[in-house]
């Protein structure tokens, strides 16, 4: 399974990035697809995730700013982050999961928020 995920960088406090991740290879029956992050002294906590039937879940410290999407034909999953703020700043982890619980990573992409 390869990932190609894309969108972190460097960004002010209030600004927006765009997250993308694609998924290629043999993969089946993908249940969920979604984002964790984990900054530097901090577990990797889940972002947001979005099932096949297309429920969505976000943490709570994002609710409101980040929007979850997803192209299926691609096997593509989006994350929009608007009003970003410092606390934002982390490794953002792709992760696409089958309906039999095995779960794929991506190897990552770095967000920094700062002025």
């Known amino acids: 399974v390869q990932f190609v995920e894309s969108g972190g960088g460097l960004v002010q406090p209030g600004g927006s990035l765009r997250l993308s991740c694609a998924v290629s290879?043999?993969?089946?029956?993908?249940?969920?697809m979604g984002w964790y992050r984990q900054a530097p002294g901090k577990q990797r906590e889940l972002v947001a995730g979005?099932?096949?039937?297309?429920?969505?879940n976000y943490a709570n410290s994002v609710k409101g700013r980040f929007t979850i999407s997803r192209a299926d034909a691609k096997n593509t999953v989006y994350l929009q982050m608007i009003s970003l703020k410092p606390e934002d700043t982390a490794v953002y982890y792709c992760?696409?999961?089958?309906?039999?619980?095995?779960?794929?990573w991506g190897r990552g992409t770095q967000v920094t928020v700062s002025s």
């Open positions: 290879g043999t993969i089946f029956n993908i249940n969920a």
């Open positions: 979005i099932t096949n039937g297309d429920s969505t």
């Open positions: 992760f696409v999961e089958q309906t039999n619980r095995m779960t794929y």
